[in-house]
């Protein structure tokens, strides 16, 4: 997955979980669960989905890498 | 027109999901009614046939009003002298013991429940009940619900089929329509069945609908005014029920930080070693610590009735979750005690989901018993609510946050959380809410037995 489709996928799911808010509005360095007023059932919604379409564990020592769309495409990407 | 909640005057009835002459049984969900709220699904109070259907879709009425009459059979009807058509009942009045009957046998029979040997025709109810695969009360919902339990997969103990399950099942395959989707494809003529949901679990959203009957987006200026105008009545609704709980109540207030330290670690292993869709949040740790703080201190746990304290049937954990357009709703959790936190998180996920969806119960907005607000992911350290009449008491949970703490004489950083109970002072004193929030503290020193 290259950080443009990372990117892309974050997007999808967002406005899958949060159907309310907007991600093409977001900042890039914007905190996700502020911005889209994501509770923390939302944001386990968010990280399931992330981890089924990536295809690797998400664990919630990884959550501080999903904190905004840039670092969020970044670990996705990532290795 | 059944009361949906203590706040609730009137209501619009959205559609009938039974016709004359129709079996229907008590609890079965036979309307949609649209409250100021959201549209909740009506369960019937009675075992029987249905007569006539008395008021139409799409007209509003007040609480009381006849809505359709239901002609008594069988066990439900020998209690009544002559076999006539008897009215629906006007409000829920009983908090429902009856209704919620089977969840007494449960408990002690959950933990072992039997997974069915996936049998060749274990399809039909009758079979399958053969089979025994959950516990009496799952099996009783799946029945109620029309689920077949051989095709549910289960993700409690061992493989048990939990309530939560079944739920999901039965959720899965029904249509999950947002109210004012619901009431724009009334207006518009549009068939629900048809249209594709594009929202979370598949739910109906309006722009779904509007898509399906080929209507553009300048239709979106009156939509928005019906969006207002919901979220003007909802405010007057919390409005009218907030300002009567504290003209009529005398709120009394306590407060305790709690060491979430093991909690969370033990949260964090246990997540960590379990499978993503298994994984907890503190929320439902705090939720399941409450709801057998309240089982502990039964003073707690009712309601406040004609100048005396009624004790609830069972613990029925309300929880406030805010709606994405404004606004928020308290149903409750039903028999929550009796669940373990994975269970409890399954259905904390269900109820929010459905919420939001525009999916509840009838039941599940008026058999409340005490109420959690939980406002720790909006950040704040603490909250001190205000009771849901005719509820006595209302806990709230603010953020878990790293703190400086002392333990043993050592200063160290832990997480902590404020807990907070507003309580009833015509039910209570201060020394019973005082035990209420010693016991949620001393439960969660111990997670591993919640």
């Given amino acids: ?79 | 027109m059944p009361a949906l909640g203590a706040d609730m005057d009137e209501g619009t009835l959205v559609e009938w999901l039974v016709k004359p002459g129709d079996q229907i049984r008590k609890g079965e969900i036979i309307a949609v009614v649209d409250t100021a709220k959201s549209a909740i699904e009506v369960e019937s109070f009675h075992t029987g046939t249905v007569g006539q259907l008395v008021v139409p879709a799409g007209q509003t009425v007040p609480v009381g009003t006849v809505m359709a009459t239901i002609t008594g059979t069988g066990a439900e009807a020998a209690g009544q002298p002559t076999a006539k058509p008897k009215a629906a009942k006007p409000k829920p009045a009983k908090r429902a013991p009856a209704k919620r009957a089977p969840a007494k046998r449960a408990p002690a029979k959950r933990a072992p429940a039997k997974r069915a040997p996936a049998k060749p025709g274990a399809a039909k109810p009758q079979e399958a009940a053969a089979v025994l695969p959950g516990s009496p009360l799952v099996r009783h919902e799946a029945e109620q619900l029309g689920v077949d339990l051989a095709a549910v997969h289960g993700s409690g103990r061992g493989g048990a089929i939990t309530r939560g399950d079944v739920e999901r099942a039965a959720t899965a395959r029904r249509l999950r329509v947002t109210p004012l989707a619901r009431r724009l494809a009334a207006e518009l003529g549009v068939d629900l069945a048809a249209v594709t949901g594009s929202g979370p679990g598949g739910a109906i959203r309006e722009a779904d609908v509007r898509q399906a009957a080929g209507v553009r987006a300048p239709a979106a200026q009156p939509a928005r005014a019906g969006t207002a105008e919901r979220a003007g009545a909802m405010r007057q609704t919390i409005a009218r029920l907030m300002a009567r709980s504290k003209r009529e109540i005398p709120h009394y207030y306590l407060s305790n930080t709690v060491d979430l330290g093991t909690a969370m670690a033990w949260l964090r292993e246990r997540n960590r070693s379990l499978d993503m869709s298994d994984r907890l949040v503190p929320a439902a740790l705090l939720l399941r610590a409450t709801a057998l703080a309240a089982r502990q201190v039964p003073q707690l746990n009712g309601y406040w009735e004609q100048d005396h304290f009624v004790p609830g049937p069972a613990v029925h954990l309300g929880v406030a979750i805010s709606l994405r357009g404004g606004g928020l709703i308290t149903p409750a959790i039903h028999d929550a005690d009796g669940l373990p936190p994975g269970e409890l998180m399954a259905s904390l996920r269900d109820l929010v989901t459905r919420a939001r969806a525009g999916r509840l119960r009838g039941s599940e907005l008026t058999d409340a018993t005490i109420t959690v607000t939980n406002l720790g992911d909006q950040g704040v350290e603490s909250v001190t609510g205000v009771i849901y009449p005719p509820q006595v008491a209302l806990v709230g949970f603010g953020k878990v946050a790293d703190r400086p703490w002392a333990v043993g004489g050592l200063l160290g950083v832990r997480p902590v959380v404020v807990t907070t109970l507003a309580a009833d002072h015509r039910a209570t004193d201060g020394y019973t809410g005082a035990r209420f929030l010693s016991s949620i503290d001393d439960l969660l020193q111990r997670p591993e037995e919640l």
Avoid: H, W
């Avoid at chain 1, 509770?39 to 904190?67: C, H, M, T, W």
């Fill in chain 1, 1 to 79: 997955m290259t950080t443009e489709q990372a990117r892309q996928t974050i997007k999808d799911i967002l406005r899958e979980v949060a159907p309310d808010g907007d991600p093409d509005t977001l900042g890039d360095d914007a905190d996700l669960r502020g911005s889209l007023e994501l509770d923390s059932l939302d944001f386990l919604n968010f990280v399931e989905e992330l981890s089924k379409r990536s295809g690797r564990r998400i664990d919630e020592d990884d959550y501080p890498q999903l904190a905004t769309l840039a670092s969020g495409a970044k670990f996705l990407a990532g290795p």
